[in-house]
C-alpha cells in the first residue's frame, strides 16, 4: 500500500500524467448523518465529517466539525454513512453474462467488474489466486494511481499454489502454479513477491482423502518463504483436521469458513490471533436460501442480464430434495461454527467468492448477499458491518481503507436506511464516494441497461 499512499499524495498536490484523475481538492463537510465508523463503536447520530483532497480531515458530532472558509456543505440528514465494503476474496475478469472462464479474462471484462464492484459501494477486491499474465498488475497499478474514479482498487494475489487437480472450478485451472517440490514452492513464491502481491494464495483441500493436495511440507515451505518476505498466505482449505494442521504451521488466513468448529479449533484460533477468516458463505447458504431471489432484488435486476438471473433461479429450483437436505444440514453446522468463532473474537472478514461458482455469484452484489449470510449466521449486524470493512481492510493490509477516520481515504457509502437495524439495509444505496469522489452510477447503471436488453 505504500505504492497508493504515495500516488495519493502526489495527486493531491497536482496531476500531469496523462488519465489520472485528481481528487477533488475543494473541501466538503457532511453533516447530519448517522455515522457509523466501522470501528465497532456506537454509531454517532447526526455527525459531521470533512473532506479535502479525498481524505477524512475531521470527524465528528454536527456542530463540533467546523467548516473551513469556502467549504461546500452536503445535508445528509436522515441517511446513514459506513466506510465503503472491501471484499478479500474474489475471482475477478472470470464471469461475464452466461459464460465464466478464461476467455473472458480481458482488460474490458477486468474493468467492468471493478465498476460493479464500486456500484455496489466495495472500495477494493482481492481476487485470490486466479489471475494470470500481465493484465492483473497492469491494472492494478493504474486503478491505484487513480485512473477511474468509478472503479473499486483491484488487489490481486497473482497465481495461486495448487496441485492442479484440486482447483474447482475447473475453469481456473490454468492459472495456478502446480507445486510439486518444496524447491519449486519457493521459487513461485519469491517470483510473486517480486510482482508486489499482498498475500499468497494456496489450496489445501483433500476433499475428504479424495484428492492429492499440498502436503504440510510443501505448505510449509510456501508459509516460510511468504512470511520472510513479509507476506501472508491465505488457503482454501474447510477440513478440520486439515485447518488444524494450518493453524498450527502458521496460516495467515482461511479463505472460506472451516466446515466444522470445535473446542480444539476455537483454542487453536486463540493461540493465533491474527489469523483470520474469510467466511464466503454465499454457495452454501443459497442452497438454502436466497431470498433475495424470490423476488429479484432491484439492484440485480439493474445489472446482471435476465437470463443469467433465470438460469441461477433454475439451478436452485431444480435442485433434489436430498440434496437441499444435505445442504441445510451443512449450512446449520457452518452457521454453528461462525457463531463460535465470532463468541471467540477470531477475526472475521469478508470474503465473497463473487465472480467465481461458475457464474451464479453476481459480481459486487454477492458482498451484500454475504452481510446478510453472516446475520443469518447468528453475527450481530454491527460484527458484520465491522468484518466486511475494517477487518477485511485489515486482512489486506489496506490501512487506508476501512474506516471513517481522520487521514483515511475517503471511500464511503450514503445509505437510506440503517443497516444496524435490518442488514439487508446495506443495498438501500443513495450514493457511493471512493477516495472522496462520487461514483456515478446513474453513468454506470445506463451502461449496463445497454447492455441487459441485448442478446
Ligand atoms: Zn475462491
Given amino acids: 500500500m505504500k505504492r497508493l499512499l504515495c500516488f495519493i499524495g502526489v495527486m493531491a498536490v497536482s496531476v500531469s500524467a496523462a488519465g489520472q484523475v485528481p481528487a477533488p481538492a475543494g473541501a466538503v463537510l457532511y453533516e447530519g448523518a448517522r455515522l457509523i465508523t466501522g470501528d465497532g463503536s456506537a454509531p454517532i447520530e447526526r455527525a459531521a465529517f470533512l473532506v479535502q483532497n479525498g481524505r477524512f480531515v475531521r470527524v465528528g458530532r454536527q456542530g463540533d466539525v467546523p467548516a473551513p472558509a469556502g467549504a461546500r456543505r452536503v445535508d445528509l440528514t ?132 479424495t484428492m492429492k493436495t499440498l502436503t504440510p511440507d510443501l505448505y510449509g515451505a510456501i508459509l516460510d518463504e511468504a512470511h520472510r518476505r513479509r507476506l501472508r498466505v491465505a488457503v482454501h482449505a474447510t477440513d478440520l483436521a486439515e485447518a488444524k494442521q494450518l493453524l498450527r504451521a502458521g496460516i495467515d488466513v482461511f479463505a472460506h469458513m472451516i466446515a466444522d468448529v470445535d473446542d480444539e479449533l476455537v483454542a487453536l ?16 447458504r443459497r442452497i438454502v436460501s436466497a431470498p433475495w431471489l424470490e423476488p429479484v432484488h432491484p439492484l440485480i435486476r439493474e445489472t446482471v442480464r435476465p437470463e443469467q438471473i433465470a438460469r441461477l433461479h433454475d439451478r436452485l429450483a431444480g ?42 455469484q453476481f459480481v459486487g452484489w454477492t458482498a451484500h448477499a ?64 471512493l477516495r ?10 445506463a451502461g449496463w441497461a445497454a447492455g441487459l436488453s441485448s442478446n
Avoid at 492483473?136 to 493504474?142: N, T, V
Avoid at 517440490?181 to 502481491?197: F, H
Fill in 78 to 209: 436522515g441517511r446513514t454513512v459506513m466506510p465503503a465494503l472491501v471484499d478479500a476474496h474474489s475471482h475477478i475478469g472470470y464471469m461475464k453474462h452466461l459464460t465464466s472462464g478464461p476467455q473472458n479474462y480481458t482488460r474490458e471484462n477486468i474493468l467492468d467488474h471493478m465498476h460493479r464492484f464500486a456500484y455496489f459501494g466495495v472500495a477494493a477486491s482481492q481476487a485470490m489466486g486466479t489471475d494470470f499474465g500481465e493484465l492483473p498488475f497492469q491494472i492494478r497499478d493504474e486503478l491505484a494511481a487513480g485512473t477511474d474514479p468509478d472503479a473499486a482498487l483491484f488487489l490481486t494475489a497473482g497465481r495461486g499454489l495448487a496441485p492442479l487437480d484440486e482447483i474447482s472450478p475447473a475453469n481456473m485451472h490454468h492459472a495456478a502454479y502446480a507445486v510439486t517440490t518444496v524447491e519449486g514452492a519457493r521459487a513461485d513464491v519469491q517470483e510473486l513477491a517480486l510482482r508486489k502481491v499482498p498475500l499468497i494464495k494456496m489450496w489445501v483441500d483433500s476433499r475428504g482423502g
Fill in 269 to 284: 484460533f486463540r493461540q493465533h490471533p491474527d489469523t483470520a477468516v474469510l467466511l464466503a458463505l454465499c454457495a452454501p
Fill in 319 to 360: 435442485q433434489t430434495p436430498e440434496t437441499v437436505e444435505r445442504g441445510r444440514q451443512a449450512w446449520e453446522r457452518l452457521a454453528r461454527g461462525v457463531r463460535l468463532l465470532a463468541q471467540a473474537g477470531v477475526k472475521i472478514g469478508l470474503g465473497t467468492d463473487g465472480g467465481g461458482q461458475n457464474g451464479d
Fill in 370 to 433: 454475504e452481510l446478510e449470510n453472516m446475520v443469518a449466521a447468528g453475527m450481530t449486524p454491527m460484527q458484520a458491518l465491522v468484518a466486511a470493512t475494517r477487518n477485511s481492510a485489515e486482512i489486506l493490509g489496506l490501512s487506508d481503507l476501512g474506516v471513517v477516520a481522520a487521514g483515511k481515504s475517503a471511500d464511503f457509502v450514503v445509505l437510506d436506511a440503517n443497516p444496524l437495524d435490518e442488514i439487508t439495509n446495506t443495498r438501500r444505496i443513495s450514493q457511493v464516494f
Fill in 436 to 445: 472522496g469522489r462520487e461514483v456515478n452510477r446513474a453513468r454506470l447503471r
